[in-house]
């Protein structure tokens, strides 16, 4: 399995713009559905995004539709969450992880924590979100 890591968190401002990126070491993404994830302080975890392990094809959470954007870009072998018009909802930590089932892997629905694995250290978006 692969060991991901997230970066890119930070401050920011209420309509204000973060890019979180997700990268492997050891096996690499191109094989696997991503999900990103997202925990506020005494929240559970909650699904936000999913990118299919083939066609790349997308599943967003309601919340965020139209404003967050998950991609994929295969020469890097990192999966991008681009989040846009951040509401002042309070701090929480993104995290990325890996699908448990088999590729090819098609994001249907708003992700599951318990259908995820391998996951990141998390980053930590403290303002706005």
């Known amino acids: 399995q692969p060991r991901l890591v997230e970066s890119g968190g930070g401050l920011v401002q209420p309509g204000g713009s973060l890019r979180l990126s997700c990268k492997a070491s050891?096996?690499?993404?191109?094989?696997?559905?991503i999900g990103w994830f997202r925990q506020a302080p005494g929240k559970e975890r909650e699904g936000v995004s999913c990118?299919?392990?083939?066609?790349?094809?997308?599943f967003y959470e309601d919340s965020v539709k139209g404003r967050f954007t998950i991609s994929r870009d295969r020469a890097s072998d990192t999966v991008y969450l681009q989040m846009n018009a951040l509401e002042p909802e309070g701090s929480a930590i993104f995290y990325c992880?890996?699908?448990?089932?088999?590729?090819?892997?098609?994001?249907?629905?708003?992700?599951?924590?318990?259908?995820?694995?391998?996951w990141g250290q998390g980053a930590q978006v403290p303002g706005s979100f």
């Open positions: 992880a890996v699908g448990r089932g088999l590729h090819p892997y098609h994001c249907l629905a708003s992700p599951s924590p318990g259908d995820f694995q391998s």
């Open positions: 050891g096996v690499g993404l191109r094989s696997y559905a």
């Open positions: 990118i299919s392990s083939d066609d790349d094809t997308t």
